[in-house]
């Protein structure tokens, strides 16, 4: 005898995308190149860098858009990066006086945390 059961799961977030054919999950990947920590999925790419200051930027690119941002009167500071679970986080430690800026990727979401 057939079971007519149906089961049904909800996330506080997205975890899949719709690609124009089928759902595909989101997953996220952080690596490691040319002096930058990129985390990206099927739809965007965060790249911050391993040392933050008044000169570099943080990048976010998303389809055919970039948006790019600096802080003034920072110190300079060396990324921290780690993935835990289904996030990364990025922390940038005293870029002023017991001041740590903290970033968490999760799927379709950044978190800045001053």
């Known amino acids: 005898m057939p079971n007519y059961t149906l089961e049904y799961v909800y996330y506080d977030r997205d975890i899949h995308y719709y690609d124009g054919e089928k759902y595909q999950e989101i997953t996220s990947v952080m690596e490691e190149e040319n002096n930058t920590h990129i985390v990206k999925n099927d739809n965007y790419q965060i790249v911050f860098p391993n040392t933050i200051n008044e ?35 990025i922390v940038y430690s005293e870029v002023m006086d017991k001041v740590d800026l903290e970033y968490y990727v999760l799927n379709e979401q950044l978190k800045e945390n001053i």
């Not at 000169?55 to 835990?84: D, G, V």
């Open 55 to 89: 000169n570099k930027s943080i990048i976010l690119e998303y389809e055919n858009y970039e948006l790019s941002y600096t802080f003034e009167n920072i110190n300079n500071s060396l990324i921290t990066a780690s993935s835990e679970g289904q996030y990364s986080k």
